[in-house]
């Protein structure tokens, strides 16, 4: 089976907005896109390749951004994501935020400003480890705000990104679905593991205690917030190489519909002799 289309890759992955979802459906195990791992590999770095190529126009036309969302539970993959989506791509225009627990500064504002100052600038890439969606994930979960007041940020979160979207900032969001079971095994890895030691935190298995919860979490925040505008793609995550491929040809797709240009010059050829 030869590499699947950007298209197809869209229809596979999407939840549809206006219509319901149901993220028990979705396989985090799925591995129907590629045919196998070596095309998955090839589809990948054909698609960082061209990433790169396509971040460099972004940049020097400074017109518009794009803004990468990746969420998911612990061990889904949102770091080894960015480094295998972006493995060729360079630094310059590269914008990478890890949205941790809010600081009391943070908390003295609301939800959503750290959010916006973090939104790439024009001709750049910004990539969300975590984000907004913490306010209506965890939030929800473990009872951080009363569930009026997250029952309200489901709106606000689309209207945010209504906004940025009429103000060029092309978002492409996707939750990185990794199975329980799969879960439980790259724990264990980060215990077992010197190089991944670091990574370890005894809160993450509090959160597990609480999979049903926060599943459930995440099937409302998907549903209530795929919009057209801003669509959730869910992302079969239990494989490392189909995640990465998948989300690559998302974001090359993002970048390709943008018809990015390299921008034209005042000056003309032979203007300026070179001695």
Request: glycine share 6%; hydrophobic share 40%; net charge positive.
């Amino acid at each position: 089976m030869p590499i699947p289309s950007i298209t197809a890759t869209r229809r596979a992955l999407v939840a549809t907005p206006g219509r319901p979802f149901d993220l028990a459906s979705r396989d985090s195990g799925d591995r129907s896109l590629f045919d196998d791992k070596e095309t998955a590999k090839t589809s990948l770095k054909k698609d960082a390749a061209v990433i790169n190529e396509l971040k460099d126009k972004l940049y020097a036309e400074k017109k518009r951004s794009l803004l990468v969302v990746l969420q998911g539970m612990d061990t889904s993959g949102k770091s080894g994501t960015i480094k295998g989506v972006f493995s060729d791509t360079t630094p310059l225009g590269m914008e990478v935020k890890a949205f941790k627990a809010p600081s009391s500064n943070e908390l003295a504002r609301d939800y959503l400003w750290r959010v916006h100052n973090a939104v790439p600038a024009k001709g750049r890439i910004g990539i969300f480890d975590r984000s907004h969606y913490e306010d209506v994930l965890v939030v929800k979960v473990r009872g951080f705000a009363p569930a009026e007041t997250v029952e309200q940020r489901y709106g606000q979160i689309n209207a945010f990104e209504k906004h940025l979207a009429e103000n060029d900032v092309t978002i492409v969001k996707c939750m990185l679905n990794v199975g329980h079971e799969e879960q439980g095994i790259r724990l264990a890895e980060r215990l077992e593991e010197p190089h991944k030691l670091w990574k370890f935190n005894p809160a993450d298995l509090e959160d597990r205690k609480l999979w049903p919860e926060f599943m459930s979490a995440y099937e409302t925040a998907v549903a209530r917030c795929s919009t057209r505008h801003a669509p959730w793609y869910v992302i079969p995550a239990d494989s490392r190489t189909w995640r990465n491929a998948m989300i690559a040809r998302l974001v090359r797709g993002a970048l390709e519909d943008m018809k990015l240009e390299w921008p034209g010059s005042k000056y003309k050829p032979g203007e300026f002799s070179i001695g």
